[in-house]
């Protein structure tokens, strides 16, 4: 019986330990990442402000705390390259997407479907899986400046009116097109700002997330 309690105890204590050190690895290394799951509203986020909470709120869940999060969106004044900090930005394995602003819009970006990994480092559905989740909302040119029309009325909108342009964190599209493996800006939303429309494209209303320190 003394045996059995002290491998139970053994074991107990080894997993405690693994947790730990992935929870002190996320938080000394994310600062990037796919959000799991959108407002479920469509593109109404509540504006930047309910969008920065809701990084925030999903990077606390996950263990990571002590850092400052924006999420990667223009508004009708706002450039979504100028909310993110200054980088370098890694993923939740600890991977690097990028050095600085300049290199994340740039082709040596390491943005993919396997790095552009969700706050609890899983991957997130791409092109070919069921759902495709891969179209993220950003309102943004490839240069990471704004698109004022597409923005779905500056994340506030969830109808059938207005449009929100969006990137593919797969990279991948219809054709080999770079806008179809624009990580940024790929195409507008089809039907509105509704979650329904942007299902309808292979969305599912997510958004990337940077810590800004």
């Not at 925030?56 to 979504?80: F, P």
């Not at 449009?163 to 790929?186: E, F, I, V």
Request: proline share 1%; hydrophobic share 35%.
């Amino acid at each position: 019986m003394r045996r059995l309690l002290l491998v139970a105890a053994t074991a107990f204590l080894a997993a405690l330990g693994a947790t730990s050190g992935v929870a002190v690895s996320q938080d000394a290394k994310m600062s990037f990442f796919v959000t799991s799951v959108g407002s479920g509203k469509g593109a109404d986020l509540g504006g930047l402000k309910g969008a920065d909470a809701h990084c925030a709120s999903l990077a606390e869940a996950a263990g990571v705390t002590g850092k400052s999060w924006h999420a990667y969106l223009s508004t009708s004044d706002t450039d979504a390259r100028d909310r993110i900090g200054k980088g370098p930005w890694f993923n939740a394995k600890g991977v690097k997407v990028a050095d600085d602003v300049a290199s994340l819009h740039s082709d040596a970006n390491g943005i993919t479907k396997q790095t552009a990994l969700n706050e609890k480092g899983e991957v997130v559905n791409g092109r070919g899986d069921t759902p495709n989740r891969h179209d993220m909302l950003t309102g943004s040119k490839p240069d990471g400046t704004r698109i004022a029309d597409q923005t779905c009325g500056d994340w506030t909108m969830s109808g059938a009116e207005g449009a929100a342009m969006m990137g593919h964190h797969d990279r991948t599209g219809l054709d080999d097109s770079a806008a179809a493996k624009s990580w940024n800006s790929s195409h507008a939303s089809r039907g509105g700002c509704s979650q329904e429309a942007l299902k309808g494209t292979g969305g599912d209303g997510l958004f990337y997330c940077f810590a800004t320190n």
